[in-house]
């Protein structure tokens, strides 16, 4: 006859009932609420950049018709056209090592709070691990 698998009944204040909780207190609950943090962060940082540089952008433009308007020849307009070419490139490439560098500080400090949360936890099971006097 097979016995049937018994389901272990825990009382209420044992404590050994809630070992697996004891991974999310800590530093993997520090972790987590730093990383929160850092997500947040980069959900307000990033857009107010975009939005920055497409304000500029915008103003570029405007300017560049306003330019345009005032050309007295075909010689001129092309003039300012090339000169807001150039100016629209290195703006771009600018922006983009703008948001390269602020993508990599933000990946950055993530990295290093899971360093520390890793050191932090292996810390918290050696001393657990070792015996006490």
């Not at 933000?106 to 360093?115: C, E, G, I, P």
């Amino acid at each position: 006859m097979k016995k049937k698998a018994q389901t272990p009944t825990y009382e209420f204040g044992d404590i050994a009932a809630f070992a697996p909780m004891a991974a999310f207190n800590g530093p993997m609950s520090s972790a987590m609420i730093r990383s929160s943090q850092l997500f947040a962060k980069s959900l307000q940082t990033m857009p107010a950049e975009v939005a920055g540089f497409i304000g500029r952008r915008v103003e570029a433009d405007a300017k560049l018709y306003s330019d345009c308007a005032h050309c007295d020849d075909w010689q001129d307009l092309v003039t300012v056209q090339q000169k807001w070419l150039k100016q629209t490139s290195e703006d771009y490439l600018k922006e983009m090592n703008q948001m390269m560098a602020i993508s990599q500080s933000l990946f950055s400090d993530a990295a290093k709070v899971a360093t520390q949360a890793t050191k932090d936890m292996a810390s918290e099971a050696d001393e657990k691990a070792s015996p006490t006097e």
